[in-house]
């Protein structure tokens, strides 16, 4: 079965601060996708990032990094300088590599960037 | 504008009503989902269509009702609303094959039963 965990409920930080989101996954596959999806108050939901299971290069998209490593099935995500427009709920997710693309989401962190 | 959208954006109606909720997508995705989102933020999957053929249909009661008329539109029809169905539903869509495009999500319908 495939499940994912993302322990932290809840961060606050204070604006400019660095913070890491932790995602930690499990699956039976030995192919998959990994996501990041943002859902601000406004409540859509944003595609960050996709990653598939055999790229394992860290990722930097301006303040944005992931950290993938499969060794440890986990696809951390950190924003450095965070803004009061980072707050937001994070969510980390999981799909096979098939046609179906069903995402298995965690249950998201949400953050609280205070200025 | 190109994007998924749903429609309405807030619904709220009274125990055992039946309504539906419409997704259309401007994308020339193939392949639609509907999600749920509860009153704790967790999110999962309910339906897929791929070509108007349903590809997912997980453990949902079938009072729900999804319908593909053509690839670029998926309702949800629900009967006989109940209390616990007050949720945030997300329509969702993708293209298939080369490409592996990522999931694509409208904007949300908060359906509140009271």
Redesign the interface.
Same mark, same amino acid.
């Given at each position: 079965a495939q499940k994912v965990t993302q322990a932290q409920t809840e961060i606050s930080v204070v604006e400019k601060e660095d913070v890491t989101l932790d995602c930690v996954y499990e699956t039976r596959d030995t192919t998959y996708y990994l *996501?990041w999806?943002k859902?601000p108050p406004s409540?859509?939901?944003?595609?960050l990032i996709?990653r598939n299971s055999f790229d394992e290069q860290n990722e930097i998209s301006g303040r944005y990094s992931w950290n993938f490593q499969k060794s440890t099935s986990s696809f951390n995500f950190t924003i450095t300088a965070s803004q009061v427009v980072d707050s937001a709920?994070y *969510?980390c997710a999981l799909s096979r590599m098939d046609?179906?693309?069903?995402?298995?989401?965690g249950?998201?962190t949400?953050l609280l960037v205070r200025p | 504008d190109t994007a998924v959208s749903q429609t309405p954006k807030y619904l709220v109606t009274q125990m055992g009503n039946d309504k539906s909720i419409k997704c259309e997508q401007n994308l020339g995705h193939d392949?639609m989902y509907w999600?749920k989102q509860d009153s704790?933020?967790?999110?999962?999957?309910m339906f897929?269509y791929?070509n108007k053929e349903l590809?997912?249909n997980e453990t949902v009661p079938n009072r729900f009702s999804p319908k593909s008329p053509d690839k670029a539109h998926l309702n949800l029809h629900i009967n006989s609303l109940e209390l616990g169905d007050s949720a945030?539903y997300?329509c969702?869509s993708?293209l298939?094959g080369g490409g592996?495009s990522?999931?694509?999500?409208?904007?949300?319908t908060?359906l509140t039963v009271t």
């Open positions: *996501f999806y859902q409540g859509e939901l944003v595609f996709r709920v *969510f046609s179906s693309y069903k995402l298995i989401f249950s998201g949400r | 392949t999600y704790k933020k967790f999110l999962k999957i897929s791929n590809i997912i945030v997300f969702a993708r298939t592996n990522p999931l694509h999500f409208g904007n949300g908060r």
